[in-house]
């Protein structure tokens, strides 16, 4: 499985960006959709989780009322909202899935390339 971010870019504090997500094969179902995002010189945190049996969503504590995510399992994609945005967002923002062949048990984990958000005060 493949995926492909795209919706990064320059934007000044308070404006929004979206973020998208496609996974790409065949023969898999999806476990989860998740996205992450790295800060120079920090650690990459976990910023929104979609739970693709019940289609839970859940966003990091410090970003609900910003920041939501969203998905399409049908058609394999996911998305990230990004409102009112603030210079700490700055990071590179990946995808991330989980998924399984059918009839398979195992759960495996695709990132994307990382898309880079960068916002100026």
């Given amino acids: 499985v493949q995926l492909q971010a795209s919706g990064g ?3 000044q504090a308070g404006g929004s960006l979206r973020l998208s997500c ?6 898999f179902t999806i ?3 998740n996205w992450y995002r790295q800060a120079p010189g920090k650690q990459r945190e976990s910023v929104a989780t979609s739970s693709g049996g019940d289609i839970r969503n859940y966003v990091a504590d410090s970003l609900q ?3 939501t995510i969203s998905t399409d399992y049908a058609k394999k994609m996911m998305y990230l909202q ?3 945005l603030k210079p700490e967002d700055t990071a590179v923002y990946f ?4 998924w399984r062949y059918y009839g398979r048990t195992f759960v495996r ?3 994307g390339q990382g898309t880079q958000v960068t916002v100026s005060s």
């Fill in 9 to 11: 870019g320059l934007v």
């Fill in 22 to 27: 496609a996974a790409s094969g065949s023969g």
């Fill in 31 to 33: 476990e989860a959709m």
């Fill in 65 to 67: 009322g910003r920041f």
């Fill in 82 to 84: 990004m409102n009112d």
């Fill in 95 to 98: 995808c991330n899935v989980r």
């Fill in 109 to 111: 984990e695709s990132w």
